[in-house]
């Protein structure tokens, strides 16, 4: 997350909206952004690599064509992952780190050598993978993380787009993710403007030169942040993208627009502080590339209190949809934005609040934190399909139902349920959606995956998406390989990664500073299970 104050921090502007009764206004969009800030919209993943025992770069490349991710960032430019990458199918923002900011923003001769060596080798006319780079991110939140560095960040930005220019990649887009603290008043959107103190200075010229090279503005935007500052202001089911009763939704008095989520409110309060700049370039409007959103899994619970498994499914999974369904926000309807959730793997090493450690989709040994629901989303995680299916109990099947099929597989059906009893690898979580699940797909496998062996009366679906989770490895997973079974205990043996490999990957740079209000992560005892088959990532 950058400097990970998150961009929800000073939202409690909201408090605006108190006198607004029953409106929580949005914001303002600017257009629609693909890899570089143009073509269709799509969902990536941030990578960071503060992870104990984290999947080397070859088997990452490989974990993401199994996955089908095909849009990632990165927050630095390390050699190894990139040729890993090139070798995964996905397009890749490289970062700049804000310790580096100084040399190349004083030297171009710097910038130059530094696309020499970090891109041209991966992105060059003789390179093998020319679509390897997508865009280069200077920096992540230098205002709030680094505030000395602002001086030479628009300069480093500026050589680094003529070295490459001069390299004939001037279709590479060079751009830096700001905080949306950035934006003040933001709610509601219409009366959003940036912060005075940088709007001249930095963020017009910015802004300018964006347009004039056709590159995105690269936002951090967290619905979450915005929600636990609001003081209750926003609805919890508002910032997760779920419908509000009219009374409810938020209204922007002043252009009468209804907004139904959060995220597209703060869209639209980034769009009309870049209209009120009246940022003009010949490269016509700046979009916008959404480089950071996203939601914990697990956090304090008195401090952090929404971060839990099913918001964090909620968010990410209504995210999903929301950015395939392509309605772009109340302002600039069908001009969506791209996104990259924060993130693909919990960083469990990183320090700060509990909630800094859990903001993955994965563990760092590849395996799933908790459920994601995108099921005719158009895709999404799709996951290795090569004749690998599992039987999971559906989500809105009646629990009593759940609770009878399970009793039957693990009675009548002579299903070995060994594994979900206590003290064994899969008896957590302890509710009765997980076991089942497991009996389910050990009923499934054991038979063949016959058709009509995973319909349990209905209340039992198929899924291309493997459930195994922690130390609990289900029936049908590749990963019972590196499973040991000792007195019907289901354990997994340590999954091992590249040390040499994983040492010289740089962590990221800024995110200890700034306002570390709720960040990310710690490792969870939970599951992510996403139920389709199709890929949503291009």
Request: charged residues 15%; glycine residues 8%; proline residues 8%.
């Amino acid at each position: 997350m950058g400097s990970r104050s998150r961009g929800g921090r000073h939202l409690l502007l909201l408090l605006h909206l108190l006198s607004l009764h029953s409106s929580l206004l949005p914001w303002a969009a600017v257009s629609a952004a693909g890899g570089g800030g143009s073509g269709d919209p799509y969902v990536g993943v941030t990578i960071g690599t503060a992870v104990t025992n984290l999947l080397s770069p070859s088997d990452l490349a490989e974990f993401l064509r199994a996955q089908r991710i095909t849009h990632v960032r990165l927050y630095d430019a390390d050699p190894r992952m990139l040729s890993a990458l090139a070798s995964s199918g996905a397009r890749a923002i490289v970062g700049v780190p804000n310790d580096e900011l100084l040399a190349l923003g004083s030297s171009p001769a710097t910038a130059s050598a530094w696309v020499a060596r970090r891109v041209l080798p991966y992105a060059g006319a003789n390179s093998s993978t020319p679509g390897l780079i997508a865009a280069i991110a200077v920096g992540d939140e230098v205002p709030t993380a680094l505030p000395s560095a602002l001086p030479v960040l628009l300069p480093a930005i500026q050589s680094l787009a003529a070295a490459l220019a001069a390299a004939n990649l001037s279709s590479i887009p060079v751009s830096t993710p700001l905080p949306f603290s950035v934006v003040l008043d933001p709610f509601p959107p219409s009366q959003a403007f940036f912060n005075q103190s940088l709007a001249k200075s930095f963020i017009l010229p910015l802004l300018s030169h964006l347009a004039n090279t056709s590159a995105p503005l690269m936002l951090n935007l967290y619905p979450y942040y915005s929600m636990m500052q609001s003081n209750g202001v926003i609805p919890l089911d508002n910032a997760l993208f779920k419908p509000l009763p009219p009374s409810l939704e938020m209204v922007d008095p002043n252009t009468l627009l209804h907004y139904t989520n959060v995220f597209d409110a703060m869209l639209d309060a980034v769009h009309v502080a870049v209209k009120n700049l009246n940022a003009t370039g010949g490269g016509g409007p700046v979009p916008v590339l959404v480089t950071e959103t996203g939601w914990p899994s697990y956090g304090d619970r008195r401090a952090e209190p929404y971060a839990t498994r099913d918001n964090a499914d909620a968010y990410n999974s209504n995210l999903i949809k929301h950015v395939n369904d392509k309605p772009g926000t109340p302002m600039r309807p069908g001009a969506q934005a791209s996104v990259y959730i924060y993130e693909l793997f919990n960083e469990d090493l990183r320090p700060g609040p509990v909630s800094e450690a859990n903001w993955g989709l994965f563990h760092g040994n590849g395996t799933p934190v908790y459920l994601l629901h995108v099921s005719g989303a158009g895709g999404f995680l799709a996951n290795d399909t090569t004749d690998r299916t599992f039987c999971i109990a559906s989500d809105d099947a009646d629990e009593k139902a759940v609770q009878a099929a399970m009793d039957w597989a693990c009675g009548p059906g002579r299903t070995d349920c060994t594994a979900i009893q206590p003290g064994q690898g899969c008896y957590e979580p302890n509710d009765v959606r997980s076991h089942a699940s497991f009996a389910f797909d050990s009923y499934y496998q054991s038979q063949g995956k016959a058709a009509g062996s995973c319909y349990f009366q209905g209340v039992g679906m198929v899924t291309t998406t493997d459930p195994s989770h922690d130390s609990c490895i289900f029936p049908g997973s590749k990963l019972l390989s590196n499973v040991t079974k000792s007195d019907g205990a289901n354990t997994t043996t340590a999954q091992t990664s590249d040390a040499e490999g994983s040492a010289i990957w740089r962590l990221r740079t800024g995110r200890e500073t700034g306002f570390l209000f709720i960040l990310r992560w710690l490792l969870s005892l939970s599951v992510v299970l996403i139920t389709t088959n199709s890929n949503f990532w291009t």
